[in-house]
């Protein structure tokens, strides 16, 4: 059955629209105190293992629990995080390295059952002028490996956050998995990489979908219900539950890829 060419204007509007209230509903997510997750890219040689981490680096220097928060203004170091904040890349750098003794205890990186011990090779704070928006902090570690050839499993404590784990090599396919609570990678080896199906990722990411709704996601629950009461027929709210859905898809890709900022 042919889609009515005549409803393609009015299907293009809601999606404008609905990509427009998406937006709105993320704007908190790229809060300055809203807990996001790091990123570590990790790269393998025969020898060594070497971690890009792009982080928010405040709360490991204020020592914040991160496990289960979702707002740094609930944490009691919330002011000293406030202060970190206001200082320039280059103060917060300095505090980092000073700080690094003690964070890095928070790191586990094991070359099979043995413990591999991370030195901190340079840090680059991000120059973020408004503070109503977050910071990035990319730091660069590295460390030397048992000759067992065994594989490696990286990861850090619950109390830094949620980390997700990328073996830089392996292009597309390679492993990339979303830690929290203080969760291991999969082993990665030293000879190319770990890496998944898509049908792999897609079963383990339908965990994180369900958790990015409940309990995170109540702002996106009330949505859909004011849809769902606000409607007098089942085909436009299906229309319009799936338009959001895939606006929402959208506005969440421009946003993890940088494409779009939005002052919350």
């Known amino acids: 059955m042919a889609f009515p060419l005549k409803y393609m204007p ?26 996001r997750p790091a990123i570590a890219d990790v ?23 991160l496990e289960g928060l979702q707002d740094t203004n609930e944490a009691p170091e919330s002011d000293q995080y406030d202060a970190l904040r206001a200082l320039s890349p280059e103060e917060l750098s300095a505090r980092f390295q000073q700080a690094w003794p003690d964070i890095s205890k928070g790191f586990n990186v094991l070359a099979g059952d043995a413990p591999v011990g991370l030195e901190l090779v340079d840090v680059v704070v991000a120059d973020q002028p408004d503070l109503e928006l977050p910071r990035d902090t990319t730091v660069t570690l590295t460390g030397v490996l048992p000759s067992d050839a065994s594989d490696v499993r990286a990861g850090w404590q619950g109390a830094n956050g949620p980390i997700i784990i990328r073996q830089a090599e392996g292009g597309d396919d390679a492993y990339a998995g979303y830690l929290e609570n203080g969760v291991l990678s999969e082993p990665l080896p030293r000879a190319g990489a770990a890496t998944e199906s898509a049908v792999s990722v897609f079963v383990r990411y339908i965990g994180v979908g369900f958790d990015h709704i409940i309990p995170k996601g109540l702002d ?13 027929h089942l085909r436009p709210l299906i229309t319009q539950v799936t ?13 993890s890829l940088g494409y779009v900022s939005v002052n919350p």
């Open 43 to 65: 790269t393998l040689s025969g020898d060594a293992i070497n971690m890009k981490i792009r982080m928010t680096a405040e709360p490991l220097i204020a020592g914040i629990d």
């Open 243 to 255: 338009v959001f859905t895939v606006a929402h898809t959208i506005t969440l890709a421009l946003a």
């Open 10 to 35: 009015h299907m293009l509007g809601q999606l404008a629209l609905m990509s427009m209230l998406a937006l709105f509903t993320m704007a908190s997510g790229v809060a300055a105190h809203e807990i």
């Open 220 to 232: 996106h629950i009330l949505f859909v219900l004011g849809l769902f009461f606000l409607s007098l």
